[in-house]
């Protein structure tokens, strides 16, 4: 079974760059079909899907995120990351990795989340 895990600083300064790591076990982030998202939920609010890093590299933002947000990936590893610019105390959130698989139309595993605070 796919396992995610996501690691990067808690807290991150208004106007800087958050950083997030998304590792992956039990299974290739190549594997056909695969699409791993990055989904954040601030508190009191939804969830927000943020974006996308596919199985072959290709990826796919939200249109409210797209300015501010990247999505890399490092296959030797295993390993995902995201990028988020210009952070405002607005983007402070837990965020979450996340697998989507294309043939069940559905999320499947998920990490346990990080809470990052944007904070002066």
């Known amino acids: 079974q796919v396992q995610l895990q996501e690691s990067g600083p808690g807290l991150v300064r208004p106007s800087q760059t958050l950083s997030l790591t998304c590792t992956v076990s039990?299974?290739?982030?190549?594997?056909?079909?695969?699409?791993w998202s990055w989904i954040r939920q601030p508190p009191g609010k939804g969830l927000e899907w943020m974006g996308y890093?596919?199985?072959?590299?290709?990826?796919y933002y939200s249109p409210s995120l797209k300015s501010r947000t990247s999505i890399s990936r490092d296959t030797s590893k295993n390993q995902f990351f995201l990028q988020l610019s210009s952070v405002t105390p607005e983007d402070t959130a837990v965020y979450y990795c996340a697998t989507y698989l294309a043939s069940e139309r559905d999320f499947g595993s998920w990490g346990q989340g990080t809470q990052v605070t944007v904070s002066s």
């Open positions: 890093s596919g199985y072959s590299g290709d990826t």
């Open positions: 039990g299974g290739s982030i190549t594997t056909n079909n695969y699409y």
